[in-house]
């Protein structure tokens, strides 16, 4: 791993710039909070990861830890002691300023120290593991080896190298930037190029979608001296009409989209989609609809 200072002093700028605004964000300072309690609440609790019927009451964090997150999402020294992929940094490095590439290694960058900041917090936190309710401990479901800030497809602690605590930086991922940031891979395996970026969303009914080249700039141009002053946050990533989308699935196990490949797994079972899907993520399925009412319809 390297330093952020590492990187030359145009590029580090843009990304400690970028990283800074994502920081600073209600959306993050939120998150951070509830990863500072140790425990998320109503909006963002998955139920059928833990069951735990008594996070349902939490609406908001304690002030106390909303306090705490506001200081360490402000803290210059939080970004400067920040430590980088060294594969992705190079990459980051070698990139033309302001290119496509550039904007996806950056993004990639600043999604992996938001999830290693995260994860930090809550081995610092709660060294012991999530907090327990009185409530919570008699409850007769006690899943083994889950932890409640955690999203559906990355709960798993033994796929990851820092286990709980990389489940609970995709956790926090998922909620800062709309899902988790995986990228087109390419046939080169373990090369860490990007010829794509795409967020997973955390809900079975949504598909993967690819940010777009404008989204993809203006997440960029954040960090340029020409937009610091007017600039606006541009996460959560929302998916754009036209976005290309992908099942999850194929998308990992076909299209090598992913960021690492040991964050989800390949079911050796043949897997169908779902059973439901959604009409404005097929387009031909629109037509067909206002065919149908077309011909079917009252006359």
């Keep these: ?16 710039s970028v990283l800074s605004i994502v920081m600073h964000s ?67 490095q070698d990139s033309q300023l302001f290119s496509s590439t550039f904007s996806m290694h950056l993004l990639e960058l600043v999604a992996m120290a938001v999830h290693d900041m995260a994860g930090n917090l809550y081995a610092a936190f709660h060294p012991q593991g999530e907090p327990c309710s009185a409530e919570a401990a008699t409850q007769p479901f006690q899943p083994k080896d889950l932890i409640s800030l955690s999203t559906w497809y990355y709960a ?22 709309g899902g988790v940031v995986v990228f087109d891979r390419g046939s080169e395996e373990g090369a860490r190029r990007c010829h794509g970026a795409y967020i997973h969303p955390p809900r ?8 777009s080249e404008s989204q993809l700039e203006q997440f960029c141009r954040l960090g340029s001296q020409d937009e610091r002053d007017g600039r606006q946050i541009t996460v959560p990533f929302v998916c754009k009409p036209e976005a290309r989308k992908i099942d999850h699935y194929l998308a ?13 797994r390949i079911d050796p079972t043949p897997r169908w989609g779902p059973c439901v899907v959604r ?8 037509e067909f609809n206002r065919l149908a009412k077309e011909g079917f319809g009252p006359k």
């Design 279 to 286: 009409l404005e993520d097929h387009p031909e399925l629109r």
């Design 156 to 177: 798993t602690p033994d796929r990851y190298p820092r286990g709980f605590l990389d489940v609970v930086g995709y956790w926090a991922e998922t909620h800062i930037f």
């Design 26 to 92: 209600d959306t993050a300072k939120d998150v951070l909070a509830q990863v500072i309690d140790g425990l998320p609440t109503k909006a963002t609790y998955e139920l059928t990861i833990t069951h735990r019927f008594d996070l349902l009451s939490r609406s908001k964090p304690s002030q106390d830890t909303r306090d705490l997150s506001q200081q360490f999402c402000y803290s210059l020294e939080t970004l400067d002691n920040l430590r980088l992929n060294p594969k992705v940094a190079q990459l980051y």
């Design 204 to 211: 079975p009914d949504l598909l993967l979608f690819q940010l």
């Design 1 to 16: 791993m390297i330093s952020i200072a590492g990187i030359d002093q145009e590029r580090w700028g843009i990304l400690k």
């Design 252 to 264: 990992f196990r076909d299209l090598n989209i992913y960021r690492d490949r040991y964050e989800r």
